[in-house]
């Protein structure tokens, strides 16, 4: 029988270890000059529009998933190749370190320890 709860596990982690993309001061502006509209950029690339402007006026991260559909739509646009397109569009941020919150033996949560030379 198929252990589901392990599949569980393992989605968290690799959830956990996506990329993030910030979009570039010039991101509107080059989707603009390669004639697409924000609406029709984020109907081509199946996202909403409200995504779209929030990536834009970067009020928002974008998953890998979500940069790339724009990178590949603004490719096609622009004439370039999808590598290019996400370079052009994006930043790549760094993977947030997360540790573990500590448990106690009954397997509940825990208060995190303090770091040495943190008393003030």
Sequence with gaps: MLNLASYGKVWYAIAMQKKAYQAQPDFAER??????RQVEAARKADISVFTLAHIASTRQRASSATANRIARVYAEAAGIDQAEALSLLFVELAAPERSPRPRGANGKYTKAAEEPGDDQ
Excluded: Q, R, V
Excluded at 31 to 36: C, T
């Design 31 to 36: 989707l603009s000059a390669a004639g697409l």
